[in-house]
């Protein structure tokens, strides 16, 4: 237990998860009081506007430390890009090579399950069905399909960045 900083007690959050509803970002929690009983919060931000925000990279989880981290919001990003080009990316990947660099200069760093439960919902919602589990897409060597990875984002020395057509990781 901890206090927040409105004085009031946090209990350990027992799931989380958020849900996109128009321009606001809807975080449900359920957590857990000192007697054990459930009580469910849901709390709702207001989205920045991704609109023309984009993966414009793809570094190393080292790489990926010199980059603030991104609002929530970014994941929406994030997820839509894992969909949309049919990326399958394993939590070792991740970190090894795959940690996404947002046109705003920001970045999101996964655990390797953290990754593999993202993973986990994106393939499940392209596949329309809840086939998967974080522990299929943790690791590359038991990942449950093979991994379809980004081309590698390379840095004009004229420009911001340019993504090269051909090179792959």
């Given at each position: 237990m901890?206090?927040?900083?409105?004085?009031?007690v946090d209990a350990p959050v027992v799931w989380s998860t958020w849900y996109r509803l128009?321009?606001?970002?809807?975080r449900i929690r359920q957590s857990l009081?000192?007697?054990?009983?459930?009580?469910?919060?849901?709390?709702?931000?207001?989205?920045?506007?991704?609109?023309?925000?984009?993966?414009?990279?793809?570094?190393s989880y080292d790489e990926a430390d010199k980059y603030p981290e991104a609002p929530y919001n970014h994941e929406l990003?994030?997820?839509d890009t894992l969909k949309r080009e049919g990326y399958i990316i394993c939590g070792d990947t991740h970190q090894r090579q795959c940690c996404p660099i947002f046109s705003?200069?920001?970045?999101?760093?996964?655990?390797?399950?953290?990754?593999?439960?993202?993973?986990?919902?994106?393939?499940?919602q392209v596949e329309n069905q809840h086939?998967?589990?974080?522990?299929?897409?943790?690791m590359a060597c038991v990942a449950a399909e093979d991994e379809v990875l980004p081309a590698r984002a390379v840095v004009a020395?004229?420009?911001?960045?340019?993504?090269?057509?051909?090179?792959?990781?």
């Open positions: 901890s206090t927040n900083p409105s004085g009031t128009s321009s606001r970002l809807i009081t000192p007697g054990g009983n459930q009580i469910w919060v849901a709390a709702s931000v207001k989205v920045v506007d991704v609109e023309d925000l984009k993966i414009v990279n793809w570094v990003v994030l997820l705003d200069g920001t970045t999101l760093r996964y655990s390797f399950r953290a990754w593999g439960a993202l993973m986990a919902y994106a393939r499940n086939k998967y589990d974080y522990m299929d897409f943790y020395e004229d420009s911001d960045y340019v993504v090269a057509e051909s090179t792959t990781l």
